[in-house]
């Protein structure tokens, strides 16, 4: 039972530098999040997908874009990355349903260092 | 303003000790309310949810929803060590295109002595 597994778990980067971060889901959920989390700000939410082959921009999107070419798949990615982006950042899914429950299922994390 | 604020805390009690955490909220179109409980270096993972105003309680545990001064708790009776974590209240208006788009507070690092 992985549920949510994101790589990698650990990243450092050079000021401009890219990466991507992968998230990986096996419960068939239709819907995937990007958050990310800081010291006294909380989660905050990057971006989203409602199904396979769609994005929308989530509340802090600024310098990331994302992907989902496959359900299971959702990708970040930092094009030029810069020290305000160090943070832990977390993926999370959640399945269609008919009654709201607020269970999203999130993934370990990833910490990311920019210097 | 934050549309939702949580006391970062840190928070440290006796094991035994009934634990109160709490959230306030600036915007009234809010319906859903969770809890969310993160061990270290771990994601969040969703404890309690609740409709609108009222009480839910699941075992050692009862949140409370107070809509008119928009204002949340999450009350832990008989607290163990092992409820040692960072508590996150969540809240949202609902489903967007199936989304669950929810908005958290800053989080409670909340300790259990033994």
């Known amino acids: 039972n992985a549920g949510v597994t994101q790589t990698p778990k650990f990243r450092v980067l050079k000021t401009g530098q890219s990466m991507t971060l992968l998230c990986a889901q096996d419960?068939?959920?239709?819907?995937m999040y990007w958050y990310r989390q800081d010291p006294g700000m909380g989660l905050r939410l990057i971006h989203y997908?409602?199904?396979?082959?769609?994005?929308a921009k989530g509340e802090v999107p600024d310098g990331y874009n994302v992907s989902r070419l496959k359900k299971q798949n959702f990708l970040l990615g930092l094009e030029s990355a810069a020290p305000s982006q160090t943070s832990v950042y977390f993926c999370?899914?959640?399945?269609?349903?008919?009654?709201?429950?607020?269970?999203?299922?999130f993934g370990e994390g990833s910490r990311l260092t920019v210097l | 303003q934050k549309e939702v604020e949580q006391d970062p805390g840190p928070l440290s009690v006796p094991e035994g000790a009934i634990v109160s955490l709490n959230c306030t909220y600036s915007?009234?179109?809010?319906?859903?309310f969770m809890w969310y409980r993160q061990y270290s270096r771990k994601g969040p993972e969703l404890l309690m949810y609740?409709?609108?105003?009222g009480n839910k309680e699941d075992g050692r545990f009862t949140a409370q929803v107070d809509k008119s001064s928009k204002y949340i708790s999450l009350f832990i009776r008989d607290s163990q060590p092992s409820d040692s974590a960072t508590y996150l209240c969540?809240?949202?208006?609902?489903?967007?295109?199936?989304?669950?788009?929810?908005?958290f507070g800053q989080g409670t690092r909340l300790t259990i002595n033994p």
């Open positions: 915007n009234s179109a809010f319906q859903y």
């Open positions: 419960m068939n959920h239709e819907y």
């Open positions: 609740t409709y609108s105003s």
């Open positions: 969540a809240m949202s208006h609902g489903l967007i295109q199936g989304a669950q788009k929810l908005v």
């Open positions: 997908s409602v199904g396979e082959g769609t994005t």
């Open positions: 999370a899914s959640s399945a269609s349903m008919a009654t709201y429950t607020g269970e999203l299922f």
